[in-house]
């Protein structure tokens, strides 16, 4: 093979060069991927990576590493680049494999398959939302954990790679407005200013200027005019570390696909170069064009030297960790177990139980007394609601807010913004140390649909707190009344959905979600109080939520003719009319499936002992959607669902228009006994202009 560096280039330049080839080399092999960023943003990852980025290869989760996130996801093959050469377990067979099935080098970059991957981004937006997680994360483990007279527990950076593209998603806007309301300095992104999205120059969608827009969310904004050139990029990262009351960006000028024949325009974004271009790129940088996956040893040799300087920081962290681990013992087991993702030893003992004499109470009031006591015995939960709390029953005392001047405090005022909250709570668990939890309204949940998405697909775990559940909601009327949220959220795979019907159930809800590994727990509450359901005389909550499904009201006798099905409010209904059907001599089993997912994993027997399948007449009761509930309710029963949005107008009467009382379920249940179960709800028929 030809010398790599016929022309003897220096060390940086040829580093330089070997990642923006390889990255070439991927997206051509693969026939597929994104090359233009590589090839332009290769020099400002560079700086980054060599001189200034703490991280140890051998240990990619040495808590106190720095955090790099690549936003501008579709770029990944630049960063699978980086991972390699710069000493990570990513073998050149792994680039080749580069968005092939079952390989560690995916198309956009996922944390639970890649070693090095600290988040998966994916659409645009949601990196530098997570990247405010992050650093949220490292405020406040520092303020909890950092003692005078000892090396810092947590003191590191969180640096986001971010596009036009990234800019100009509106939940970046979110997410900027709260990171420099919250003044968080280690905190810098750098910006590819390249110009170009995918369809064409940016100047067709995007003429605003973007860094007067950061300057006016209370960042430190620098340019660098030349992307090509290392010392300007790195005199800027050093300018932006100095500021330590802002967060930074740098718009870094670079041009896509610099050095091939498409460089900067819109042909080199998404698409790869072709055979022909790729040996001309090859030339302009003085690589063999006939080779592919060139990488010359001494780059090898160059570019794991940050790694190795990293594992000595890495041991000398440890060393004081030691060292601070005899002054502060109890502080440094709870890190350690926060890291591990395990929970302090009896952090449940406390959680409430409740009884019929302590009244009714709204599912999202006992999901707010369940939080506090977890709070008092998990001291790293972090967490808070998009200007909910009073609603979502969450810590609303501004003496207890997470502030620049106070970032030991636990409670985020995340404000009202849904979508950076999702992204920043993922950020949050994937930065590790912290359980994350964040409410607000069911119907919301729309806007934070993508970041559980991208939770549940990366085997994280957090918390999503939806309160006010349904028509039950009441006079705010159907802009604010979900209808298909609940469903929607249950369609996410690896996902964990709890509608509990009383106060019982909410605790428990709130147990399996601080148990449950590799998957978020969506707990969705009522507005409306609930009946306590008494557990000396019915199923029991504590076995029954975390099954998902099960028997709480038996049939007189045991053999039901009927079994009524209901989730949340629905319950209630579902027991009142029980009793009406058994007085009149129907034996019926009322069965509360607080959460379809845990049910399903459940084994045979035990579903089929819940819901027998010989048992084929059914009714199922929930105040939403009806998809999916046929699965339940067999072809021979019927769904009392929504198939409609609802109406303004006090609770109890929504609930009498949709056909949600006792005397509707039990005309349903008559109809499916009689062998008639598709007969029609007639109050939900929605005539037009209804």
């Known amino acids: 093979m030809s010398n790599p560096n016929p022309n003897n280039v220096s060390i940086d330049e040829l580093s330089v060069n070997t990642i923006r080839l390889l990255s070439v080399d991927m997206v051509q092999k693969a026939n597929s991927g994104h090359p233009g960023l590589p090839l332009g943003a290769a020099p400002m990852a560079y700086v980054l990576w060599s001189r200034f980025l703490r991280f140890n290869p051998q240990d990619p989760k040495w808590p106190n590493r720095d955090r790099f996130v690549l936003s501008a996801g579709h770029g990944s093959a630049l960063l699978y680049s980086l991972l390699h050469l710069y000493g990570y377990d990513l073998s050149l067979d792994d680039l080749k494999q580069f968005r092939q099935m079952d390989s560690r080098t995916p198309g956009h970059p996922e944390s639970h398959i890649t070693p090095g991957v600290e988040v998966t981004t994916g659409p645009l937006g949601q990196g530098f939302a997570n990247g405010l997680g992050m650093a949220m994360a490292e405020a406040h483990l520092g303020a909890l954990y950092n003692k005078e007279g000892h090396a810092p527990v947590q003191d590191h950076y969180t640096y986001v790679l971010v596009s036009d593209g990234d800019l100009m998603e509106g939940i970046a806007s979110e997410a900027a407005s709260l990171a420099g309301h919250l003044q968080l300095g280690k905190m810098i992104y750098l910006y590819d200013d ?141 890190f350690k177990i926060s890291f591990a993702g395990q929970l302090p030893e009896g ?270 007449k059914r009714v199922t009761i929930e105040a939403g959607t009806p998809i999916g509930w046929h699965k339940y309710a067999t072809d021979e029963g019927a769904v009392i669902a929504m198939n409609r949005f609802g109406a303004s107008a006090p609770a109890e009467e929504l609930f009498e228009k949709f056909g949600f009382t006792v005397e509707n379920v039990v005309k349903r249940a008559k109809d499916v006994l009689a062998g008639h179960p598709e007969q029609e709800d007639e109050k939900q028929v929605v005539a037009k202009g209804n």
């Open 347 to 616: 952090w449940d003992k406390d959680l409430p139980v409740y009884t019929p004499a302590d009244g009714e109470l709204a599912t999202r009031q006992a999901s707010g007394k369940a939080l506090d006591v977890i709070k008092k015995s998990v001291p790293f939960m972090f967490g808070g609601s998009a200007d909910l709390a009073s609603s979502n029953e969450m810590d609303k005392s501004g003496d207890d807010s997470f502030q620049y001047l106070h970032p030991e405090r636990s409670n985020v005022w995340f404000g009202v913004r849904e979508h950076a909250m999702g992204a920043a709570m993922n950020g949050i668990a994937h930065h590790g140390g912290l359980r994350t939890y964040g409410g607000t309204f069911l119907t919301f949940s729309d806007y934070m649909r993508g970041a559980i998405r991208l939770t549940a697909l990366a085997e994280s775990t957090a918390t999503f707190v939806f309160t006010h559940d349904s028509i039950g909601l009441g006079e705010d009327g159907p802009t604010h009344q979900p209808v298909e949220h609940v469903t929607a959220l249950r369609t996410v795979p690896n996902i964990v959905v709890l509608r509990p019907a009383d106060a019982n159930e909410s605790t428990e809800a709130w147990r399996i979600a601080m148990t449950t590994p590799k998957s978020p727990v969506v707990l969705i509450f009522s507005r409306q109080k609930l009946p306590i359901l008494d557990q000396s005389k019915l199923g029991s909550a504590r076995e029954g939520v975390a099954k998902g499904a099960y028997i709480l009201s038996e049939a007189k006798g045991g053999q039901p003719q009927l079994i009524l099905i209901a989730t949340g409010s629905e319950v209630k209904l579902a027991m009142e009319a029980q009793q009406v059907l058994e007085q009149e001599g129907t034996a019926t089993r009322v069965v509360s499936m607080p959460s379809w997912e845990l049910f399903e994993h459940q084994d045979k027997a035990y579903r089929e002992k819940v819901l027998p399948p010989t048992l084929r």
């Open 194 to 334: 390249n110009k170009i999205s995918l369809d064409g120059p940016t100047s067709f969608a995007y003429t605003e200027n973007a860094m007067q827009r950061f300057d006016a969310y209370y960042w430190h904004t620098q340019h660098v005019q030349d992307g090509n050139s290392l010392d300007e990029i790195e005199n800027a990262i050093r300018v932006a570390q100095s500021v330590k009351d802002r967060p930074s960006i740098i718009a870094v000028r670079t041009i896509i696909g610099f050095g091939s024949p498409l460089a900067g325009t819109s042909k080199s974004h998404g698409s790869p170069l072709g055979a022909d271009n790729v040996k001309a790129t090859k030339k302009f940088y003085g690589f063999d064009p006939e080779q592919s996956f060139q990488v010359p040893a001494e780059v090898y040799e160059h570019l794991r030297q940050p790694g190795l300087k990293g594992a000595e920081l890495q041991k000398q962290w440890e060393a004081d960790f030691a060292a601070y681990a005899k002054a502060f013992g109890a502080e440094a087991d709870m």
